[in-house]
């Protein structure tokens, strides 16, 4: 069973910059992509940004194009989010994850293994 740990998480200004990082394991598995989904309570699961394993074809929402950056280390089964301009807005908790199968990624029901989310705070 794949297994998705996130880190990087944690308080910044607004303006600032952090680096998420999630490590895909857990025998053996082919990624066809990974993903950054947010959440805050109350509210639906919101895509952020993923990219395709072959090819490295990366997607993006409108409210991050710009100041997110997805990138991945295949060898390492590793992407990272960097989130740089972060806006109070973008407090949530992220998800990262992960499908094996082609098709889209860009909507949660798009991917079958998640991580444990980790929480994104930006102070005013």
């Known amino acids: 069973q794949v297994q998705l740990v996130e880190s990087g998480g944690g308080l910044v200004q607004a303006g600032g910059s952090l680096r998420l990082s999630c490590t895909a394991s857990?025998?053996?598995?082919?990624?066809?992509?990974m993903g950054w989904f947010r959440q805050v309570p109350g509210k639906e699961r919101e895509f952020v940004t993923a990219?395709?394993?072959?090819?490295?074809?990366?997607y993006e929402s409108d409210s991050v194009k710009g100041r997110f950056t997805i990138s991945s280390d295949n060898a390492k089964n590793t992407i990272y989010l960097q989130m740089n301009s972060l806006k109070p807005e973008d407090t949530a908790v992220y998800y990262c994850?992960?499908?094996?199968?082609?098709?889209?990624?860009?909507?949660?029901?798009?991917?079958?293994?998640w991580g444990q989310g980790t929480q994104v705070t930006v102070s005013s």
């Open positions: 857990g025998g053996t598995f082919s990624i066809s992509g």
């Open positions: 990219i395709r394993w072959t090819g490295g074809r990366t």
């Open positions: 994850a992960l499908t094996q199968r082609i098709g889209g990624l860009t909507r949660a029901t798009d991917f079958a293994s």
